[in-house]
């Protein structure tokens, strides 16, 4: 990981701004899609880097930074991990409300500096930014996972060693936009909210979002 020059890339492709249904949080946000998406694949070739999906506040992020905003007792005193973090919007809510402990994870390096960068532009210290921690013992008391089950092969990842996490303890939180592969069956409703979005990036201006907690 080379924080210098992924932060290069960061502020000549992203503005700092405020993030629409979450004003009280800022992010570093791609203001044209196209430009960053094309640089990105460039670097695919060159240092196999991930799409941008960092560059954007998604819906799931985006709601459970207004619940946890919102409901600040949600977090407060509580260690918490923000999973396949992206920007870092819900690791950035929980720090803003008294978390205990902050944790981000994401596999793609671009978007663990993006989470460092958001934290440190919102006054936030994140204690600990990680990378592949899929398998890892649990040890955080409240796991957010803003919008991971875009894909089939993600959710067969990652759902044994969420509902393992949830076993031994940890509240899981999932915040789901409508995506194909969310295992319902699964999981409990806790809040709902209707979030804005555009046309570049999703088929709807507006994503029906769910918060649910996975039970067993």
């Not at 290069?8 to 405020?18: G, H, Q, R, V």
């Not at 570049?200 to 994503?207: A, I, V």
Request: aromatic share 10%; net charge negative.
């Amino acid at each position: 990981m080379n924080p210098a020059l992924f932060q290069k890339f960061i502020s000549d492709y992203t503005i700092l701004k405020e993030v629409d249904f979450v004003p009280e949080i800022s992010l570093y946000q791609a203001s044209d899609i196209t430009p960053i998406w094309q640089a990105t694949e460039n670097w695919l070739a060159e240092q196999n880097i991930e799409p941008p999906f960092w560059a954007f506040a998604w819906p799931g992020g985006k709601a459970l930074a207004r619940y946890i905003i919102d409901h600040p007792q949600f977090v407060k005193q509580k260690k918490v991990l923000d999973f396949a973090a992206g920007c870092g919007i819900a690791a950035i809510a929980a720090g803003k409300n008294n978390a205990q402990f902050i944790e981000v994870a994401d596999i793609d390096p671009l978007a663990q500096q993006a989470c460092a960068s958001n934290a440190k532009a919102n006054h936030i210290l994140l204690d600990k930014n990680s990378k592949n921690i899929v398998g890892l013992p649990c040890q955080w008391d409240l796991i957010l996972c803003g919008d991971v089950c875009y894909e089939a092969p993600m959710t067969r990842h990652i759902w044994p060693w969420l509902k393992k996490c949830a076993a031994t303890g940890a509240q899981v939180i999932i915040a789901d936009p409508g995506r194909n592969y969310l295992p319902k069956e699964e999981l409990f409703p806790i809040h709902e909210y209707n979030i804005p979005t555009t046309m570049e990036l999703e088929d709807c201006t507006s994503r029906h979002t769910i918060l649910y907690q996975l039970t067993l």
